[in-house]
């Protein structure tokens, strides 16, 4: 007499994941955030499956993922706790294709050189790119890494003066160290401005209203603004004039010395302009 068939059936156990101190409560928080970023939800949502004793089959099929992936982030929260699961790990990616000496060669080619007159007054990425067979594109990370902008240029030009240094020296000497007894004034002007008036008188302003002025005007043709800062205090002493000549200019530093006690050395900054240099200008400074 033959034995009937005896069938065995293992059980599968499932090991629960254990749950660091304190980790529970931020758990549960990241799963029902709404405004992490969606990975970290859906991890927090893996370990907290485990941690109930669900399967990695059970959980994948509940949030829609790869066996694997819910296998992945159990692992990672045993060895690593929170930090393991809050953030990717950081990745080499691709190597660059821009080496350090590809670089270097780019910056000394936009520094060095110019490009074809006859085809641009300045490199633009594109013509760089042609030029060395790379993409635009790399050509204008490496500007912007190393700040470099060849469309930009800031014009200068240096004093021709032989005395500047010394101009220099007496400038700066008296903003640092003021002299005793005297008043320091720099001196400049505002040729060349137009004044102007408006047709009808305008309303002032108010609450809910803005002022208003007419769009047309009347033109008195131009002034010449005469003004010295007093270096000390900040007062500036004005006057408007109707024309730019040494005489004006002699009118309004009479003005000046009027001002100042006579007791007072005066000390004046001026500017290169011509007037400045007339004869009689330096006769009576």
């Known amino acids: 007499m033959l034995d009937a068939p005896i069938l065995m059936f293992m059980a599968t156990v ?3 994941l254990r749950l660091r101190r304190g980790d529970r409560a931020t758990l549960e928080s990241w799963a029902r955030s709404r405004t992490l970023p969606r990975r970290q939800v859906e991890r927090a949502k893996i370990v907290l499956a485990a941690s109930r004793g669900e399967s990695s089959r059970v959980i994948a099929q509940a949030l829609g993922i790869a066996r694997d992936t819910a296998r992945l982030w ?19 990616g691709r190597p660059p294709k821009v080496t350090r000496a590809v670089e270097e060669k780019i910056i000394e080619k936009t520094v060095g050189e110019d490009p074809p007159p006859e085809v641009s007054t300045h490199w633009t990425s594109r013509l760089l790119g042609e030029a060395m ?15 470099l902008k060849p469309h930009q240029i800031r014009r ?3 004093s021709r003066d032989p005395r500047l240094v010394e101009k ?16 320091v004034f720099s001196f400049d002007e505002k040729s060349q401005i137009q004044a102007l008036d408006r047709t009808q008188p305008g309303l002032p302003l108010k609450k809910g209203r803005a002022g208003t002025m007419t769009h047309d005007y009347k033109r008195y043709g131009t002034t010449t603004l005469f003004a010295a800062l007093e270096v000390a205090t900040g007062h500036v002493i004005h006057e408007c004039m109707p024309r730019h000549r040494h005489q004006e200019f002699l009118k309004f530093m009479k003005q000046v010395e009027r001002s100042v ?4 050395e005066i000390h004046v900054i001026l500017d290169n302009y011509a007037t400045h240099k007339h004869e009689k200008v330096r006769k009576w400074l």
């Open 14 to 16: 499932t090991k629960k």
């Open 74 to 92: 159990m692992r990672r929260y045993e060895a690593e706790g929170l930090k393991g699961i809050e953030s990717d790990r950081q990745r080499s």
């Open 133 to 147: 067979g790379l993409d635009h594109v790399a050509i204008w990370r490496v500007w912007r890494k190393y700040g």
């Open 156 to 158: 200068f030009k240096l």
């Open 168 to 183: 220099l020296h007496d400038v700066v000497g008296v903003y640092l160290n003021p002299p005793d007894n005297a008043v």
């Open 261 to 264: 006690d006579r007791d007072l």
